[in-house]
């Protein structure tokens, strides 16, 4: 009797366990440039995790949902830049599950990635704890800076530096702006 209640407390717990997370490998084998990406979903906490592993240009990136903010971490440059999620561009949590699946399978039939373009500001964050959990545990110990969306032609005329992430292929976006080197 005790061994089935044990039992059935472990198939509980692991049923629990998984649909509270969805881990999806994405790869674009063909495109050196980009590396490969790790999609990691907790759908209890409202949160999805890319990884882009690319060697010294890895990154990743942490979507909260909950707190409507992004993260971005930089490897190369020990850096975080947090910003506001665009809802409108951003796919929902539920449609990123299904749009990572497809592109993992290749049989992506959504539009062309969106781009969308940030300046990073140039004080460093003290308080990490305004954009939640998720975000403050990956970025502390790590230069941090906001970052605020730009949009209209002006920004294209912008002469300095940039990191470029594609996530997932859906979304492109640029950071713009100087960091103080470490």
Known sequence: MKLAIVFIGLLGFLWGSTSADTNINVSNDNDTNDGGQRVS???EHNVANIDNDNGWDS????WDYKTGFAATRIFAKKTCIVHRLNRNVVPALQDLEKISKEKKAN???????QSLQYQIEPEETKDLTQFGTPIENMCKGLR???AQE???NSFFFYSGSCFNANLLWLVNISLCGQTTAA
Not at 59 to 62: L, P, V
Not at 107 to 113: E, W
């Open 59 to 62: 990154w990743n990136s942490i």
């Open 150 to 152: 730009v949009q209209g």
């Open 41 to 43: 979903i907790n759908n």
């Open 107 to 113: 049989v992506h039939t959504g539009q062309s990635p």
């Open 144 to 146: 941090t800076y906001q």
